[in-house]
């Protein structure tokens, strides 16, 4: 069973439009993406675990405020 962080109501809620099915979302996708390659867009592999910002640091805050 796989679980889907974005709920149908999700979708409808973002995009103001009624809920579609997955199959018509994966379609959009794919042609959205087909027309952006078809400009001259690019799509770059990164390799896992990479990410744009990198973690950090908890910031310590114990006894900053004022009794």
């Known amino acids: 069973m796989s679980t889907d962080t974005t709920s149908k109501t999700q979708v409808q809620k973002d995009s ?3 809920p579609q099915s997955r199959d018509e979302l994966r379609a ?3 042609n959205d993406v087909e027309a952006f ?3 001259g867009g690019e799509v770059k592999e990164v390799e896992r675990g990479k990410r ?3 973690p950090k640091a908890p910031s310590n805050q ?3 405020r004022p009794i």
């Open 37 to 39: 390659l078809a400009a």
């Open 62 to 64: 114990y006894g900053s």
């Open 28 to 30: 959009k996708v794919a």
């Open 16 to 18: 103001g439009q009624a």
């Open 52 to 54: 744009a910002d990198p």
